[in-house]
């Protein structure tokens, strides 16, 4: 097992007397796909804008990267990337434009950025591309370009939130297959999806309910635990749960 790359110790987050987030404590290896689930509400979004550095937490320990949540906030932010459900692009910008954009956005120097964009063209096939406007193209070509954006400056984690919502079936099969490369190639990655097949190929899922951690296991032990076939099922308990208390 390798070194955590993201480890959180009781990390906890209010807004007045509302806890939006509950001693959240979870060890998150390098390579990992660790799946983070939750209804709305359930306290997702205000952990990863802890974990990213855009937010300070209110209680607990955490580091990301190496780097201390508290003291080294800018040093977390230098080694993650991140991308959402809206790909993070800019669509009148064109492929190389977007490309420069971050790569500049990131610290990449000015020979960097022209050798990563040479070979994230070639790499993604969009040479011929490179110089039409973004909001022209496909979304599958969008989607890879984004995710492949949120990289470009070799971070240790990447923070896919909701990255394949609204995606078809065959469009997001693919694009968890860059995942599975990332990940061979030992970037951590850590996503959120609605899509209860898309938790399936997690290596660990943490599912929240109510700012607190409800579950937290490999998919197979998980549906073992709750004696289900599907993660769908596992969801659907752990929603029932919540309601009835």
Not at 23 to 46: D, P, R, V
Not at 179 to 200: C, N, P, R, W
Request: proline share 3%.
């Amino acid at each position: 097992m390798s070194e955590p790359v993201i480890h959180t110790d009781k990390l906890t987050k209010r807004f007045g007397g509302f806890v939006a987030v509950d001693a959240l404590s979870l060890t998150i290896s390098g390579g990992e796909i660790f799946g983070f689930l939750g209804a709305n509400g359930a306290g997702k979004t205000t952990a990863i804008r802890m974990l990213t550095g855009l937010l300070a937490p209110t209680s607990g320990k955490a580091t990301v990267a190496g780097f201390d949540l508290y003291s080294g906030s800018e040093g977390v932010k230098r080694n993650i990337g991140y991308m959402s459900q809206r790909f993070s692009l800019y669509e009148d910008l064109t492929v190389r434009e977007n490309i420069r954009f971050f790569a500049g956005i990131y610290g990449l120097t000015n020979q960097a950025i022209k050798e990563k964009s040479r070979q994230l063209l070639d790499s993604l096939k969009l040479v011929a591309v490179a110089d039409t406007r973004l909001a022209s193209l496909p979304l599958g070509w969008k989607q890879k370009l984004a995710f492949s954006v949120a990289i470009l400056h070799e971070p240790k984690i990447v923070f896919l939130d909701e990255p394949t919502g609204g995606v078809d079936p065959v469009t997001r099969r693919r694009f968890w297959d860059m995942i599975y490369e990332a990940s061979k190639q030992g970037l951590t990655i850590f996503v959120t999806t609605h899509y209860m097949d898309e938790a399936e190929y997690c290596d660990r899922l943490c599912i929240m309910v109510d700012g607190k951690v409800a579950a937290l296991d490999r998919p197979d032990a998980m549906k073992r635990t709750f004696g289900v076939e599907s993660m769908n099922e596992v969801f659907i308990q752990l929603a029932r749960s919540k309601k009835t208390e």
